[in-house]
């Protein structure tokens, strides 16, 4: 990706705020962290990926200790990646078991990352108890998916994915999302939208998966976006 300066920049140029900055272990979340010291509208969480679950014993002690920290926002990502399978599964689970018990302890929003393991999750989200502010992050499913996430009052965050062709069950899933329920993230540098695929994606690039999102909920894109900003807000409690 490009210099983060020059990415924040574009971003704000293009009224993209709030930012969050999202860690998937102790190194991009400590940057995360940096990041966010030096820009107030841009927001870390501190988590541990379940491609790098493996870890969770060298780097628990020392994402605990960040968590801590005054200003960052959320926890993960955190949760079951079955595609790749970077992890074992048993690690994976434990890391995100873990990472949903910090989010309760210190009230930090959770970020789920879900891909080809849908039971697991909610399994395992059903066994500990999603935390009062949940979020499933590039959410992939279609409305089956949707409403059992629902049912955690959590937040669907929508991707470039959504503005795929052949996306249409994430565009039902996201038709019969409460407005109050919803957000938009790009993901990047990964899933750049239509019309940029095959970019590095960046956040200034939100405002098409936007679009998207609004022609799917039949809004309006302006309250799409004013709403999706508070949503964020109440979320990290920015």
């Not at 109050?180 to 939208?193: C, G, Q």
């Amino acid at each position: 990706m490009d210099d983060p300066e020059a990415v924040l920049d574009r971003a704000f140029e293009a009224g993209v705020t709030p930012i969050v900055s999202v860690g998937t272990d102790l190194s991009s979340s400590e940057a995360a962290f940096e990041l966010a010291r030096t820009h107030d509208d841009v927001v870390p969480t501190a988590g541990l990926h379940p491609h790098d679950a493996s870890r969770l014993g060298a780097e628990r002690r020392a994402l605990e200790a960040l968590a801590n920290r005054s200003g960052v926002a959320g926890i993960g990502e955190t949760g079951f990646d079955f595609h790749y399978l970077h992890s074992p599964p048993e690690d994976q689970e434990a890391a995100f078991r873990w990472q949903i018990q910090l989010a309760k302890h210190l009230d930090l929003a959770l970020v789920i990352h879900s891909r080809g393991a849908w039971d697991a999750t909610f399994r395992v989200l059903d066994d500990e108890g999603a935390p009062a502010r949940t979020v499933f992050h590039c959410f992939t499913g279609g409305p089956d998916e949707a409403r059992h996430a629902l049912a955690f009052d959590a937040y669907l965050s929508y991707s470039g994915i959504a503005t795929f062709p052949d996306a249409s069950d994430i565009r039902h899933a996201i038709a019969m999302t409460p407005i109050e329920r919803v957000l938009v993230e790009t993901d990047a540098p990964y899933l750049a939208p239509v019309p940029v695929r095959g970019r590095v994606n960046e956040p200034a690039f939100v405002q098409h998966v936007g679009a998207v999102v609004a022609s799917a909920l039949d809004r309006d894109a302006r309250e799409v976006a004013e709403r999706v900003r508070a949503n964020t807000k109440v979320l990290f409690g920015s």
